[in-house]
Nanobody, 116 residues
Framework: QVQLVESGGGLVQPGGSLRLSCAAS????????MDWYRQAPGKERELVAT???????NYVESVKGRCTISRDNVKNMLYLQIDSLKPGDTAVYYC??????????WGQGIQVTVSS
């Protein structure tokens, strides 16, 4: 079992920045790739970014150049820095973790609202 807890969400003005954090606990030694997803109202959950244990990253096209995913394998933390926020970034953001056995775990999600 892996527990993931997100923090750092909230209300941000357009053009602002936000840093989401995700604390992992439990079966952390089995965690391989980690990811951030988001789900906007009325839409399906979509992948935002992924990072392997070796720090290789991948981003969805809509956030390239504005997002940075990073992780601290010592502190068991995952981060997502989002700059130049747009109203279209408003969503519930979910932290995820893949275990080496193919299981995927989700955090409970955290709201990010971009509005003036």
């Amino acid at each position: 079992q892996v527990q993931l807890v997100e923090s750092g969400g909230g209300l941000v003005q357009p053009g602002g920045s936000l840093r989401l954090s995700c604390a992992a606990s439990g079966g952390i030694f089995r965690i391989d790739t980690m990811d951030w997803y988001r789900q906007a109202p009325g839409k399906e959950r979509e992948l935002v970014a992924t990072i392997t244990r070796g720090a290789r990253t991948n981003y969805v096209e809509s956030v390239k150049g504005r997002c940075t995913i990073s992780r601290d394998n010592v502190k068991n933390m995952l981060y997502l820095q989002i700059d130049s926020l747009k109203p279209g970034d408003t969503a519930v953001y979910y932290c995820g973790a893949w275990l080496s056995n193919g299981q995927h775990y989700w955090g409970q999600g955290i709201q990010v609202t971009v509005s003036s």
